[in-house]
Nanobody
Framework: EVQLVESGGGLVQAGGSLRLSCAAS????????IGWFRQAPGEGRVGVSC????????YYADSVKGRFTISSDKAKNMVYLQMDSLKPDDTAVYYC?????????WGQGTQVTVSS
């Protein structure tokens, strides 16, 4: 059974930091591109960052460049999202995603709330 389990969300003041974790199981971790998406209230789910399985290249949405850092630990099947200099606009449910061709898996999400 494929599972993606996020953790690390919470309430933080603007300017603060959080580190999200995604524990993956049930699939060949090395084959999949792993990413983070977020969904703010009343809005659609949008991509935040991802890391390529092919070459380890990373991608960041313009809104988080320079503030967020994605990383992975293949030995532990873990992906992390270090979020620094958080802003109220970063408030959302953050989802971990694993993708390979037509396979597309999602975690249950973790809430991040940034107060001003």
């Amino acid at each position: 059974e494929v599972q993606l389990v996020e953790s690390g969300g919470g309430l933080v003041q603007a300017g603060g930091s959080l580190r999200l974790s995604c524990a993956a199981s049930g699939f060949t971790f090395d084959d999949y591109s792993i990413g983070w998406f977020r969904q703010a209230p009343g809005e659609g789910r949008v991509g935040v960052s991802c890391i390529s399985s092919a070459n380890g290249a990373t991608y960041y949405a313009d809104s988080v460049k320079g503030r967020f850092t994605i990383s992975s630990d293949k030995a532990k099947n873990m992906v992390y999202l270090q979020m620094d200099s958080l802003k109220p606009d970063d408030t959302a449910v953050y989802y971990c995603n694993a993708r390979l061709r037509t396979d597309n898996y999602w975690g249950q999400g973790t809430q991040v709330t940034v107060s001003s």
